[in-house]
């Protein structure tokens, strides 16, 4: 007698929680981007020594010529200043990326061209505040606010959000 059925059987729903941790090595150029933010409050990236191009974060090769960065890495201070590329605000959870936790609330995210010595900007998407979103426009430059040094862990989460530069908010959690 065979227990195989032409019709699928319905599984039930679970409310089974399981944790999930994960440590991963972030690499000489990523964990040299998160020291440098953790301690310092500065984003660091890398000119690409072949084709000039910004990498933020940084990387050792580049996405445009892939040309290697591995020798003698050109290490440059970016911002605290960008200019807001484009931007979307949303009102939904969404999954914060470091911790797994839920995050909840209306959130305004834009792709930010950040200032480099480099031909060309970086570019991040990140959080941008302190203004409205019926205010916020392409070509509105913004500063990164971080954390206070003593709650700085190395994640992108250390820079809370970029608040138009015309505000008298400090840039470093101060």
Sequence with gaps: MSTESNHPVPVPPTR???SFF???PVGLFN???AREMRDNGRLLGIVCRHCGFSLLPP???CTVCHGENFEDPNWVE???EATVAGFMTFNMPYIDSNDLSV???SSTVGQLMVDSPGKTTGFLWHFIGEVEAGKLRN???VRAVFRPKEERQGLMT???YWCPVDSDHPTQGD
């Design 16 to 18: 089974l929680r399981t």
């Design 78 to 80: 970016m911002g605290p």
């Design 139 to 141: 070509g509105m430059r």
């Design 103 to 105: 995050k909840k609330g």
């Design 22 to 24: 994960m440590d991963y």
């Design 158 to 160: 250390d820079i809370l």
């Design 31 to 33: 964990g040299r981007f």
């Design 59 to 61: 990387q050792a090769v």
